[in-house]
């Protein structure tokens, strides 16, 4: 190549080109390079959602051959209808505050956010232990646009970070990009709740005197403008107070297992009239 | 055939990071098999395919994995050069180099882009994550010989042969 010493075996020549591929990739804009990664992997979509539900499918039987022939599907179908039940209950305890309080309010789900809702698959996930992703198989055709909230069983998943033609990737709880304003539900304590990888949570700016405690379950208040109010993220696991901090340190773990999430509600944007 | 073959391993590396493993094993016992993928490449390529086989691993991963494309090929490829650089003066195919190789990569892909996110993070938060990379480098060196093994008799019953582990050097 012109310009580069002859001293340069093919190897470093190589090795030259592609890391100037990877950094010119890096400085391209990313909704160029989300919209090409979602468009190039339709197929590879495909695929992984088979290898999904296949695996799935051989994990149960291999659990019911391990129990002997007990119920499986009857225990995972009792776990999904408990974890409902949950998000349920927390909703519900958020309402009837809300009306105890003398403010208009809807009781269980808003019109709107019925009329919005749209159902989705889930086709794949992030392998990084460091981030908390995956992909859905809705795109822009469908109506989704970034940052759109994405529900499971009236909990918070997470919210869209890209978006393809057919596909988007969701940023779910514990992924450091996700970010919700949330408020506690036994005493109305509020913060910044921020993934940190894993489906571990923290939740930031929770003032030094709130009363907060392992176990108290924390809901969406709606202040992020991206979330609406009263649905359940997360659930505190720890609480640490340093010296001399204005905040407390409130870890807390995602209230959805991503793991054993198969479908999910993504809740369009609002059209202008 | 050997492109269809190397094709192949990219597919089922790609789907069972995202979509096997993630539904099988928790998130600290899932190893990399892009890591394994790119320490197998080490013993059957020569000097350039392996830089030009680490980046293709690392590009496939930024692809099926969502984050920054060309984040992970820059990683991947530098990973390869350096494994492209020592393989002369390590015997690659005992299992505890290749173990140790495993490891390595896995500790640098995951630990580099963990550094400029863990700056400003509270040293708690900065704790858990490299505790998480250090589980998901310590799964893949554990699995990486058998699995290494498996490949290779794989590749000879293909008829691929066993090249000499730094040919072209």
Known sequence: ?273 | MRTVYWSSLFLVAALLATSALPVVLPVRWRPDPFAILLVFASLHARREDLVRASWVIGLARDLAAGGPVGYGALLYLVAGAAISAVRGTLNVRHPLVSAIMACCVVGFTEAVPAVPAGLGMPLPAVREAFRGVAAVATVTALVTPPILWALDRLSRWLGFGRRPAFQGG
């Not at chain 1, 190039?40 to 992984?48: D, E, K, M, N, V």
């Not at chain 1, 408990?82 to 003398?102: H, K, P, S």
């Not at chain 1, 005197?209 to 109010?229: E, K, M, N, Y």
Request: charged share 25%; proline share 7%.
């Open chain 1, 1 to 273: 190549m012109k310009g580069i010493p002859r001293r340069l075996g093919p190897a470093q020549r190589r090795f030259l080109l592609y890391l100037g591929l990877s950094l010119l990739m890096l400085l391209l804009p990313s909704a160029w390079t989300g919209a090409a990664r979602h468009a190039a992997l339709w197929p590879f979509t495909l695929a992984q959602r088979g290898t999904v539900r296949t695996t799935r499918a051989a994990v149960s039987v291999l659990r019911r051959i391990g129990a002997g022939g007990a119920p499986a599907e009857e225990v995972e179908r009792l776990r999904k209808r408990v974890a409902a039940l949950e998000a349920q209950l927390a909703r519900e305890t958020y309402l009837r505050r809300r009306a105890e309080a003398r403010l208009e309010h809807f009781l269980g789900l808003p019109p709107e956010e019925r009329a919005r809702g749209l159902l989705a698959s889930l086709a794949g996930y992030d392998p990084s232990p460091l981030r908390c992703r995956a992909v859905l198989d809705r795109g822009a055709a469908d109506g989704v646009r970034r940052n759109c909230p994405v529900l499971w069983q009236g909990a918070v998943l997470g919210r869209v970070v890209s978006v393809g033609p057919a596909s988007c990737t969701v940023a779910l709880v514990g992924d450091p990009d996700c970010r919700i304003a949330v408020r506690s539900e036994r005493t109305q304590a509020q913060g910044i709740l921020q993934g940190l990888g894993g489906g571990r949570c923290v939740i930031k700016y929770a003032d030094r005197t709130a009363d907060v405690q392992p176990g108290d379950r924390f809901l969406t208040s709606g202040l992020d403008g991206i979330f609406p109010a009263g649905h359940l993220v997360a659930v505190c696991t720890d609480v640490a107070a340093g010296t001399g901090e204005p905040h407390k340190w409130v870890e807390a773990e995602a209230a959805c297992d991503p793991w054993r999430v198969e479908d999910a509600t993504i809740l369009l944007p609002v059209e202008d009239p």
